[in-house]
């Protein structure tokens, strides 16, 4: 449910799962400079940030029921998608835990968009 009584709620969980894959990419950047490799994870930080950063915006577009909630959330998924698929690359549990969150967000957003 929305905070307010007017908000759509046919996109909470979308927004939870944003809001929560957000949070992860976020946490994993923090983990992923602490790594002694963290010369090899430059890509995998570059989509980290943006991954965050579009989960934080798709978020907001669907609790303003925005027009273009749906085009942005296709484009969010995409993020997700291929954020996922570099911290996949890296077998800590930080990376791991934080690919399976951004496939899930990529999914309600996919099912949020179609």
Known sequence: MGVLSSSPT?????IDECLKCARACEEC???CLQE???QARIICIQHLNDCSDMCFQAAAYMARNSLSAAEFCKLCATHCEACATECEKFNDPHCQECAAICRSCANACRQMAS
């Open 29 to 31: 950047t923090t983990a």
């Open 36 to 38: 002694p490799d963290v």
């Open 10 to 14: 046919h996109m909470d969980q979308c």
